[in-house]
């Protein structure tokens, strides 16, 4: 069973990770609950400016 870390921030119901949308309330999630885009900024930014202060 997958674990549900996130929240909807309007009705409390448990979201999965990747959801777009709230299963109970339909509202978007927030964009941190949202697959690739957010954590893949978070790994790529860091990486970046390593590469930057390195060269």
Excluded at 9 to 15: D, E, V
Aim: hydrophobic letters at 45%; aromatic letters at 12%.
């Amino acid at each position: 069973m997958p674990r549900r870390l996130f929240r909807c921030p309007s009705c409390g119901h448990r979201l999965r990770f990747g959801a777009t949308t709230c299963g109970k309330c339909y509202l978007p999630t927030p964009f941190y609950n949202r697959k690739l885009p957010f954590w893949l900024a978070l790994l790529v930014i860091p990486v970046a400016g390593l590469i930057v202060v390195a060269t």
